[in-house]
């Protein structure tokens, strides 16, 4: 089976677009997971985080599906959505767009340049819940918001939440990110455990100044990421809650792959997130995937032009951190 693919990435978190409107592919569920096993693999010549399926909704723009790395499907994600919003609205001949998800309908548009020629879209992060049951995360209470899990850290206070990926987010400081606590406590909760028995998203969440912070995620079902786009956006939540942002003024969000913006809103009690960040297109290719060896042979890989003015954005990004981290 031919695919063509085109690689992209918000903020460093890197995908592989499989356009299902224009191409009638006929995967199966398994194939889809398959497909991100063999493809996403860091050992090959392509190597993602995961695979955006784009398809035809019956109701909105298009639909977008998300398989991680290891073949799981997410319910949501933020720089994908990003990247995927792009591509429908080109695909349509639109500034903005709706899109389907796993769990809502979220707007996507086009937005000014976060950066010089570097192509932004903002995207909407909802539905946002704070219900364990909703993650799930399995404790004798309803919500957890700047609390100790019980044998999970002795030091460390968390927040969990849903949006709707499931997210655990601490508050920390310096010391914590050099320490190796982020990856211990990570595998512990993505491997069978008490308490997440679906596994959760980790962050560390760092203040630097006043509107700017930095995000390091552990992704479930993928590891590190240079960026996750829901959990930046359910951090920037926790440090509005927590005093160190204000709802409805925009945060810059550092993070290993460059930057984003998020503004928080609630209205009655509800949260919505604003997420306002890059979509750039890596290059397009076309691979024959071989199911039953597990393989791909690809045609040369054709290069687009935007990550040069991205490396610009990122070169920025890691100054601002080198002096404020």
């Not at 493809?39 to 010549?45: F, G, H, M, P, V």
């Not at 000014?112 to 404790?139: G, H, K």
């Not at 912070?213 to 829901?230: L, P």
Request: hydrophobic share 35%; glycine share 6%.
């Amino acid at each position: 089976m031919e695919i063509q693919l085109t690689k992209c990435h918000g903020s460093g978190n890197d995908f592989l677009i499989i356009d299902e409107i224009t191409h009638e592919y006929a995967f199966s569920e398994s194939d889809r997971a398959e497909l991100a096993r063999i493809l996403c693999d860091r050992n090959t010549e392509i190597g993602a985080d995961g695979i955006l399926f784009i398809m035809k909704s019956d109701h909105a723009d298009g639909r977008m599906r998300v398989f991680n790395s290891d073949g799981s499907e997410a319910s949501m994600c933020g720089n994908g959505l990003r990247c995927a919003g792009r591509y429908v609205c080109e695909l349509l001949g639109k500034k903005e767009a709706l899109i389907e998800t796993m769990k809502a309908d979220l707007p996507v548009k086009e937005q000014p340049e976060i950066s010089p020629e570097v192509t932004t879209y903002q995207v909407e992060i909802s539905p946002v819940s704070f219900q364990l049951t909703d993650l799930p995360l399995q404790l004798d209470q309803e919500t957890l918001q700047d609390e100790k899990i019980p044998d999970l850290s002795e030091e460390l206070k968390f927040t969990a939440l849903a949006v709707p990926n499931p997210h655990l987010v601490a508050i920390v400081d310096s010391s914590d990110l050099e320490s190796n606590i982020q990856e211990e406590l990570s595998r512990r909760v993505n491997s069978p455990n008490k308490w997440f028995p679906d596994g959760v998203n980790v962050s560390f969440l760092k203040l630097l100044t006043p509107g700017n912070i930095y995000v390091r995620t552990f992704e479930r079902g993928v590891g590190f990421t240079n960026a996750c786009g829901t959990a930046m956006s359910a951090s920037t939540l926790v440090s509005c809650l927590a005093g160190l942002n204000k709802i409805g003024e925009v945060v810059n969000v550092y993070n290993n792959g460059g930057k984003v913006q998020c503004v928080v809103h609630k209205s009655n009690e509800l949260y919505k997130i604003d997420l306002i960040g890059n979509a750039t297109y890596v290059y397009s290719t076309a691979v024959t995937i071989d199911f039953s060896r597990k393989s791909f042979e690809m045609e040369p890989k054709q290069f687009f032009k935007e990550e040069t003015s991205y490396a610009k954005l990122q070169e920025e990004a890691d100054l601002f951190l080198t002096k404020h981290k």
